[in-house]
């Protein structure tokens, strides 16, 4: 079984400003890694994914994330956020060799821009 | 818009009742997936069908089921419905079914009851 922890469930950043969000994750057997966005009254937008080769994925809208297999941890970092980033972030894995896709989310991290 | 289509946005009922929830997946995705998000549990994964055939099952009660049907929508049949399942029933689909596929969400279905 996996399991997930975000955590900042609340993180109030500049407009301008770096913002670095924290999971990590716990799991028996090799895992894939997500970063999904939830804007207001929408569904998930996967930013990026953590599958195999450099430890450092870019993604969508200007977000990275690093994978630390050593420390169980993929954090995701904006060194410039926007107004429009305010949203909910999801880290999530799924267990590779599983006959199934089974995402397991961690609680997620509110990102609030301020101007 | 991801192309996966969910109806109704919307759903108020009362308790002891049955709802019935339709996903349309992306054209050519052979893979559903049902989650759902509520204040209390967060995001759960329900269940996975991949071609019409239960691929994965998570924390799913079992007064939930689901179905993938040949045109490949899927229900969420929800019955003897309480408070606590309230909360917002996302869909998703993919590709084929393996972990390295990309699940496409859904805008949800809210689920209120009252």
């Known amino acids: 079984a996996q399991s997930v922890t975000q955590l900042d469930s609340q993180v109030p950043v500049f407009e301008e400003a770096p913002v670095e969000l924290r999971c990590n994750y716990s799991?028996?057997?090799?895992?894939?890694l997500f970063w999904y966005v939830q804007y207001p009254n929408q569904g998930l937008q996967l930013l990026l994914k953590y599958l195999s080769g450099s430890t450092l994925v870019k993604g969508i809208n200007g977000f990275e994330a690093e994978f630390n297999k050593s420390q169980t941890s993929f954090h995701l970092r904006k060194p410039s956020v926007h107004i429009s980033d305010t949203a909910e972030y999801f880290c999530a894995v799924t267990a590779i060799k599983a006959a199934g896709n089974k995402l397991t989310f961690g609680g997620g991290t509110r990102v609030l821009v301020k101007p | 818009d991801s192309g996966v289509t969910q109806t109704p946005k919307h759903l108020i009922t009362a308790t002891g009742q049955r709802v019935t929830l339709r996903c349309s997946p992306r054209?050519?995705?052979?893979?559903v997936y049902w989650y759902q998000q509520s204040l209390d549990q967060g995001l759960q994964f329900l269940i996975q069908y991949y071609n019409g055939e239960e691929r994965a099952k998570g924390n799913i009660l079992e007064r939930f089921s689901a179905q993938q049907f040949p045109d490949l929508h899927s229900e969420l049949n929800l019955s003897s419905l309480e408070l606590g399942d309230s909360a917002l029933y996302f869909c998703a689909s993919s590709t084929l079914a393996g972990s390295y596929n990309e699940q496409f969400f859904g805008p949800g279905t809210r689920l209120t009851v009252l």
């Open positions: 799991s028996s057997v090799s895992v894939y």
């Open positions: 054209s050519g995705d052979l893979s």
